[in-house]
C-alpha cells in the first residue's frame, strides 16, 4: 500500500536552469495539493489539483511557476529559470475527495538547492 | 480569511512528563483542525484531526487534543512524553463553507524531549 510519493527526494538546479518535481498521489486518491516549506517560515500552499484540472492557485507566484496533474501520470510542479531563492523543501500531499474533513497524506518532499 | 497561531516556536519538556502543545485558530463558520508531525527530513504525518463531537480527540502514539470552541484552541498533549516523540509539530484549520477548503496550517512548533 503505497503512500504519496515524490521524486527526485533532492535535486540540484543552477540558476536560470528548469526543475521538475513529480508526485503521484496515494491509490484512489485524485486530488494533490503542492506546499512550500522554508525554514522558520511553515508550509505555504501553492496549488491544489485534481485530474486535468487546476482547482486552485492562489499561492502559485504568477512568473516561472506552473503545475499540472495529466489524466495519467504523477502530478508536476515546474519551476522554469530558477533562483536562489527557490531554494527549499516542496511537499505534495494527497487526498480521496475534496472535503474539508479529508485528511491530507503528504509525500516525503523534493529538496530543491539553487546555486 | 482563517488563520492558525502556534504560539510556541519551542517546547522543552522532560521524558516521563505531560506535553502540550498550543494551537489557536481563527475561522469564519465552523473549524475543521488537524495536527500533524514532521521528523527531520520527512514529510508531514497525520496525528489526528477534529471534525465534530466528543471535543476530545485520540490520535496516533497516544497523542490527544481537546477542542475548545470558547478559547477557539485544539492544544496537543500527551500523558508521557518520549524521546522519539521529539519533532516539529503543525496544527492545521479547514472551514466548512464554500470554496475550496484549502487548510492554514501553523508555522510549527518543535517539540525537544530531554531523557
Known amino acids: 500500500n503505497a503512500g504519496v510519493m515524490q521524486n527526485p527526494r533532492h535535486l540540484v538546479r543552477r540558476r536560470g536552469q528548469e526543475a521538475r518535481l513529480r508526485c503521484s498521489p496515494m491509490k484512489g486518491h485524485s486530488h494533490v495539493y503542492w506546499y512550500r516549506q522554508l525554514p522558520e517560515e511553515g508550509l505555504k500552499f501553492m496549488v491544489y489539483l485534481q485530474k486535468e484540472n487546476i482547482i486552485d492557485e492562489s499561492g502559485m507566484p504568477k512568473e516561472r511557476f506552473s503545475a499540472e496533474f495529466p489524466k495519467e501520470g504523477p502530478s508536476i510542479l515546474r519551476i522554469q529559470q530558477v533562483v536562489r531563492g527557490d531554494s527549499a523543501a516542496y511537499f505534495c500531499?494527497?487526498?480521496?475527495?475534496?472535503?474539508?474533513?479529508?485528511?491530507?497524506?503528504f509525500g516525503p518532499g523534493t529538496r530543491l538547492t539553487v546555486l | 480569511a482563517q488563520s492558525v497561531a502556534q504560539p510556541e516556536d519551542q517546547v522543552n519538556v522532560a521524558e516521563g512528563n505531560p506535553l502540550t502543545v498550543k494551537c489557536t485558530y481563527s475561522v469564519s463558520g465552523n473549524p475543521y483542525l488537524f495536527w500533524y508531525v514532521q521528523y527531520p527530513n520527512r514529510g508531514l504525518q497525520f496525528l489526528l484531526k477534529y471534525i465534530t463531537g466528543d471535543n476530545l480527540v485520540k490520535g496516533s502514539y497516544g497523542f490527544e487534543a481537546e477542542f475548545n470552541k470558547s478559547q477557539t484552541s485544539f492544544h496537543l498533549k500527551k500523558p508521557s512524553a518520549l524521546v522519539s516523540d521529539s519533532a516539529l509539530y503543525f496544527c492545521?484549520?479547514?472551514?466548512?463553507?464554500?470554496?475550496?477548503?484549502?487548510?492554514?496550517f501553523g508555522r510549527g512548533t518543535s517539540l525537544i524531549v530531554h531523557p
Open positions: 500531499a494527497s487526498s480521496p475527495q475534496g472535503l474539508p474533513t479529508d485528511t491530507q497524506y
Open positions: 492545521a484549520v479547514r472551514v466548512a463553507s464554500g470554496g475550496s477548503y484549502i487548510p492554514t
